[in-house]
């Protein structure tokens, strides 16, 4: 897609500083803004592109061979805009469309860590607003986002949650303390809290005490296809590191004979591309079985995500071991990689949670 490659040379363009200064990627995501990305999976009833979960993470994808911070906050983005697309009202949803609504996801508490399908905050009805109560661990683009899909107990009805849409500036909804983690430096994660805070009652994204269905049946597949691209992303990009690497870099003593020429190197550079061509092959399956409605279409998408993180952080590990000593130097390319590719294994759902649910899917015991 023309428009995903133009926004991956702009952050290309910033990825160093990004994660060098712990910048939010502005210029990446005005360009996605200004070339339609922000819309893509908005319908074209109310001013989108119309495109799908497919196109959605193939930009996710493309970016996060550029910088894994931006593809972080697309694919946010996207999982929010799936939810507005489907329960939000047309404001909201032609916002989206038009590229004036960056969105993202409020799940995780510091009550249930990362079981984000079981919010411990609270939302009670007065007159026609709902007041919020919450301790969000966990929001990418804290700063940034426009409004977040909001996760809280339900108001009145029976059930595990209710999502609404929180506009970022809403009273009694704190941001706290900048990002500096060890990845994706720039996504301007940051804990956010509501003690108060109002928004009106029809605000509310699907039925009150429907939100595990929303969680499980809109946002899950997609969040996991999307986090995945971005792993992928991120795997491809130190396959093609490394192999640079390891054809320029010189022995003089040996005959100017290149890191390549070792079979040892070759071997590793060769599991570095199988583990990421199975993971990519697993990934489009995945896309394909969710936009098909496939009988196994969950079972694939718990499976996504925890095959490509591992291999992302696999493949990374061995480009770091692969490239040396100059692996520890930010030219190269790997250590950023390596940072920023252990994050989606400890993103919830982790890595570990879905080994447990994949292991109940195939013993045929219930997911929860
Ligand atoms: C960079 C970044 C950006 C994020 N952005 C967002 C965002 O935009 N929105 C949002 O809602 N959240 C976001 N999160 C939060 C994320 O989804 C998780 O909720 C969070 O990482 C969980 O961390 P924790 O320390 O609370 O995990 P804990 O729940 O304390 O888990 C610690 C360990 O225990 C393991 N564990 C827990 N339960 C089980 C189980 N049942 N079976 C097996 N192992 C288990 C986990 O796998 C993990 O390894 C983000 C996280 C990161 C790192």
Sequence with gaps: MKA???????????????????????????????????????????????????????????????????AMVMTMHY??????????????????????????????ESGSRSHFWAPTSSAKVEGDEVILDADKSWITSARHADAYVWSSRPANAEGMSTLWLVPRNTE???????????????????????WGARIPMNQR???????????????????????????IGMAEAAV???????????YAHLEQMTLAELPTIRAYVAKMK?????????????IRAVESGREDAMLRVLEV?????????????????????????KDVGVERRFRDARASMVMAPTTDQLYDFIGKAVCGLPLF
């Design 79 to 108: 999982s929010g805009a799936f939810v507005i697309e489907e329960h939000g009202d047309e404001t909201a949803r032609r916002a989206v469309a038009s590229g004036q609504h960056l969105s993202t996801l409020a799940f995780s």
């Design 274 to 286: 199988i583990r990421t061509d199975e993971a990519r092959m697993l990934w489009e399956d995945a």
């Design 172 to 194: 009694g909804v704190e941001k706290s303390g900048g990002f500096n983690g060890i990845g994706l430096r720039g996504n301007d994660s940051a804990p956010v809290t509501a």
């Design 4 to 70: 995903a490659e133009a926004v991956a040379g702009v952050a290309r363009q910033h990825a160093i500083e990004v994660d060098s200064d712990a910048r939010f990627p502005e210029a990446t995501i005005r360009a996605a803004r200004e070339l339609g990305l922000l819309g893509l999976v908005s319908s074209e009833e109310v001013g989108g592109k119309g495109a799908g979960l497919d196109a959605a993470a193939h930009v996710v994808e493309r970016l996060a061979r550029e910088c894994a911070s931006s």
């Design 205 to 231: 994204l699907g039925e009150d005490g429907r939100g595990f269905d929303v969680m499980m049946g809109t946002v899950l597949p997609r969040f996991s296809i999307m986090i995945a691209a971005g792993s």
């Design 305 to 329: 995500k925890a095959s490509a993180a591992e291999a992302a952080s696999a493949v990374l590990d061995t480009a770091m071991r692969v490239c040396g000593g100059q692996a520890f130097r």
């Design 240 to 250: 093609q590191a490394t192999a640079e690497h390891a054809g320029g870099v010189k």
